[in-house]
Nanobody, 120 residues
Framework: QVQLVESGGGLVQAGGSLRLSCAAS????????MAWYRQTPGAQRELVAI?????STQYADSVKGRFTISRDKNTVYLQMNSLKPEDTAVYYC????????????????WGQGTQVTVSS
């Protein structure tokens, strides 16, 4: 099993910055994808940023140029700059990992979520 622990959420004024962290631990053989999603009440969870392997990153159009996803070993970060009130949401870390060399061990794991609130 893989455990994810998120940190870094909070309240910030519009234009400010926050950095979210998500540390993965447990029986990790390899990490394939690390990503951040967010969700507001009544809405579907949406992909914010994704890191595939060690070199490829993609972003939602709404955050391009403002958010940066990065990874250091088994920790993924989301640097959020120029925050807007519409960025207010619960942010979830997602990791796709293998717990053994077998492809059957590949599965998704989710963090507990961290609240980000941006005031206008």
């Amino acid at each position: 099993q893989v455990q994810l622990v998120e940190s870094g959420g909070g309240l910030v004024q519009a234009g400010g910055s926050l950095r979210l962290s998500c540390a993965a631990s447990g029986n990790i053989f390899s990490i394939n994808v690390m990503a951040w999603y967010r969700q507001t009440p009544g809405a579907q969870r949406e992909l914010v940023a994704i890191g595939i392997g060690t070199d490829s990153t993609q972003y939602a159009d709404s955050v391009k140029g403002r958010f940066t996803i990065s990874r250091d070993k088994n920790t993924v970060y989301l640097q959020m700059n120029s925050l807007k009130p519409e960025d207010t949401a619960v942010y979830y870390c997602n990791v796709n990992a293998n717990t053994s060399p077998s492809s059957w061990s590949r599965r998704d794991y989710w963090g507990q979520g961290t609240q980000v609130t941006v005031s206008s």
